[in-house]
């Protein structure tokens, strides 16, 4: 059965640090893309960053350039997105999605919150 599950998030005051952890299991997973989304309440759900299969390119939304990182550990299906310099905006569910062609499989989420 395909799985994806995150962890990682919790409550941060401002300019903190978290590291997401997603592991994936039942698909061939460095054959995916994965990505993190994001959706606070009231608001729109927001792409944050894309990782290829094999890890070799990555691409960021602007809102979150120079302060996230999204990495990949094919060995060991997990996917990671380390958050830096976190602002109240960061403030979200954030999600980790699986994409290859049309296929897609999506988490259940991990809740940040910053604040002080």
């Known amino acids: 059965q395909v799985q994806l599950v995150e962890s990682g998030g919790d409550l941060v005051q401002p300019g903190g640090s978290l590291r997401l952890s997603c592991a994936a299991s039942?698909?061939?997973?460095?054959?995916?893309?994965m990505s993190w989304y994001r959706q606070a309440p009231g608001k729109e759900r927001e792409l944050v960053a894309t990782?290829?299969?094999?890890?070799?390119?990555?691409d960021y939304a602007d809102s979150v350039k120079g302060r996230f990182t999204i990495s990949r550990d094919n060995r060991k299906n997990t996917v990671y997105l380390q958050m830096n310099s976190l602002k109240p905006e960061d403030t979200a569910v954030y999600y980790c999605?699986?994409?290859?062609?049309?296929?897609?499989?999506w988490g259940q989420g991990t809740q940040v919150t910053v604040s002080s």
């Open positions: 999605t699986a994409n290859w062609n049309t296929v897609s499989y």
């Open positions: 039942g698909f061939p997973f460095s054959s995916y893309a």
């Open positions: 990782i290829s299969n094999r890890g070799y390119s990555t």
